[in-house]
């Protein structure tokens, strides 16, 4: 049984900022890909970013991803919002259950974040 849980949504004003968690939790052997994933009102889910390596990356000049591999956890941390950014917002990691096996994608339920005065 694996799980992700995002947490960190909710509202925030024009400008504002928010940081959104992702923890991955259950048995597993390991995890390798992580990342973040945004649907807005009446659009297709798309990509924000996706991060394997330890290192945080920049995306959007806004968001930075980052995980701690020692706590099965990714992050997104978001500045300077906008209306435009309102989504619900979902993490998604790549996952091998046990030792010779294949990996496979796993998805959270997604937390909303809306941006709004």
């Known amino acids: 049984q694996v799980q992700l849980v995002e947490s960190g949504g909710g509202l925030v004003q024009p400008g504002g900022s928010l940081r959104l968690s992702c923890v991955a939790s259950?048995?597993?052997?390991?995890?390798?890909?992580m990342g973040w994933y945004r649907q807005a009102p009446g659009k297709q889910r798309e990509l924000i970013a996706t991060?394997?390596?330890k290192a945080p990356a920049t995306v959007n000049g806004r968001f930075t991803i980052s995980r701690d591999d020692a706590k099965n956890t990714v992050y997104l941390q978001m500045t300077s919002l906008q209306p435009e950014d309102t989504a619900v917002y979902y993490c998604?990691?790549?996952?091998?259950?046990?030792?010779?096996?294949?990996?496979?994608?796993?998805w959270g339920q997604g937390t909303q974040i809306t941006v709004s005065s």
């Open positions: 998604n990691a790549g996952i091998r259950r046990t030792w010779g096996r294949a990996s496979a994608t796993y």
């Open positions: 259950g048995s597993f052997a390991a995890i390798y890909d």
């Open positions: 991060l394997s390596r």
